[in-house]
């Protein structure tokens, strides 16, 4: 068994969450991997890498720019253990139908709007960015607490 450190568990966690958006986002293209391929300046193999999950000799740099040439609103989050790490893609451009869940994710949503829809100084985007991340945090927590409240619940019924 290898131990991998948590940085670079991290790391990976980051490259695979990367990947699953782009591979998300190339499949809502509707092209081929070769068309899509040219879209974003890359090679058809490597984007059939990134498609396929298979990232572990790609670099987190080169995914992140994929990202940016397809334009993708991410969001990257590390925390103090790897598996917290992740890519979370921030649906900007299409508000959802659905029903909003709850009044911390209205927050977080509304600070990303906001955010993004008026001309900030470079500082008032990081606070804007600081004040969305902490919202995120707290609504993830929010959402363990819950499953571990309903797995306690479920533990004790008869």
């Known amino acids: 068994m290898t131990l ?14 990367v990947a699953l958006q782009l591979a998300r986002y190339t499949h809502r293209m509707g092209v081929t991997q070769i068309a899509a391929a040219k879209q974003l300046g890359l090679p058809q193999p490597t984007l059939s890498k990134i498609i396929n999950g298979r990232v572990s000799d790609l670099s987190l740099e080169l995914l992140i720019r994929v990202a940016v040439r397809a334009g993708l609103p991410l969001t990257l989050q590390t925390g103090l253990a790897p598996q917290e790490a992740g890519a979370f893609s921030s649906p ?3 508000r959802s139908s659905r029903a909003s ?3 911390l994710g209205d927050a977080a949503r509304q600070s990303l709007i ?3 829809s008026s001309r900030l100084t470079p500082s008032q985007r990081l606070e ?7 919202l995120v945090c707290a609504l993830h927590e929010a959402g363990r607490a819950a499953v571990a409240q309903r797995v306690r619940k479920a533990l004790h019924q008869p």
């Open 101 to 103: 869940q709850s009044k």
């Open 4 to 17: 991998v450190a948590p940085d670079s568990a991290a790391i990976q966690r980051l490259r695979s969450d």
């Open 114 to 116: 906001q955010s993004e």
């Open 92 to 94: 900007t451009r299409s």
């Open 128 to 134: 804007a960015f600081l004040e969305h991340s902490q």
